[in-house]
């Protein structure tokens, strides 16, 4: 079955693109990073985790609804969704998370995020193979000259293991988790910088699909995606959960400075209705509903279904995220 994201990709790169190609992502991979609090807690108040089960069940449901063009999870959990074909007569592409670099290492009483993040790389290509061909690797740069020439020493070895496996994957950048001795305004100049010197020196078979980044602001996201536009498709990754009105805002501003794909784990994980969280992204992306009127529908969704809020409206219609507040 053709998939969604091929067709939307081939869209944008022939200049062709419309609101309808923009690409969805649901980032299920947190157990790579999280462990066993990384799938939220369970609905009952019993004070319980979600089990990997309940997971895989939440997967299969977002998968089945088509509101998504990426699944993207962890290599076990692709393993056992592919065995089950779960992809196999759908539009969605499963992805899997090639590498586990420090910087989302997050145990329970765990202080890894205090260090300069750390290449590391648990997946193994071969095995992952016959299970998806598409899959993630995550750089981060932290202005520190061992811990930078280790992720692109590790970056090459993967080019490397990745070339003939059949495996495509996409790039993608955090903002350094710790002080790097660069003031705060001046991070998104440092990470557009690395993310375009690190991709300077690939060839067009080595050069990710797409990449997934932090939203540092409209100027920022207008200068990456400016730079080589239909070629370098920029994706936003979701970051924490904030308010129905964060979520919707990011997409709206990421798709209008030119992002072209969003990458959202805990910001359709955490919601009361992942369903109806997605639907209401596609609205908004498409310009059929101003951000506002979609959080206003998506409590009316919520009342209807006798389901209780986390936040009252007033609350939920709050931007709370800095890099938001510059173009609301």
């Known amino acids: 079955m053709e998939k969604s994201l091929d067709r939307k990709l081939a869209r944008i790169r022939q200049g062709s693109y419309t609101p309808a190609d923009f690409i969805i992502a649901d980032a299920k991979d947190g157990d790579m990073g999280g462990g066993i609090t990384a799938f939220g807690p369970k609905a009952d108040d019993s004070g319980h985790c979600r089990s990997f089960p309940e997971h895989l069940d939440a997967m299969r449901h977002v998968t089945g609804t088509g509101l998504v063009d990426v699944m993207l999870m962890s290599a076990s959990a692709a393993e056992r969704l592919g065995a089950e074909g779960v992809f196999a007569d759908s539009p969605v592409t499963p992805a899997a998370r090639l590498n586990d670099a420090t910087d989302i290492w997050g145990p329970r009483h765990s202080g890894y995020r205090k260090s300069p993040a750390q290449d590391f790389r648990t997946p193994r290509l071969k095995s992952l193979a016959s299970v998806v061909d598409l899959g993630l690797y995550s ?23 990745l070339s003939g496996s059949g495996i495509r994957y996409f790039l993608e950048v955090f903002n350094p988790q710790i002080d790097i001795g660069i003031a705060p305004e001046r991070i998104p100049d440092f990470v557009n910088d690395c993310i375009v010197r690190c991709l300077a020196g690939l060839t067009e078979a080595d050069r990710p699909q797409f990449l997934k980044i932090q ?46 794909v969003a990458l959202f784990g ?4 955490f919601s009361e209705d992942p369903e109806q969280t997605l639907r209401t992204m596609r609205a908004v992306v498409e310009g059929d509903l101003s951000t506002e009127e979609a959080v206003k529908a998506y409590h009316a969704h919520l009342a209807a279904k006798g389901v209780s809020p986390k936040r009252s409206l007033e609350d939920d219609l709050e931007v709370t995220e800095p890099a938001l507040m510059r173009d609301v």
């Open 139 to 161: 750089i981060t740069f932290s202005n520190d000259l061992a811990s930078d020439v280790a992720f692109q020493n590790g970056f090459h070895r993967f080019l490397d293991d």
């Open 215 to 260: 939203f540092n602001g409209p100027r920022a996201m207008e200068e990456i995606c400016r730079y080589d536009p239909g070629h370098l498709v920029v994706g936003v990754l979701g970051g924490g959960a904030g308010t129905t009105r964060d979520t919707l805002e990011l997409v709206r501003q990421s798709e209008k400075y030119g992002a072209r």
């Open 266 to 269: 805990r910001k359709i994980l």
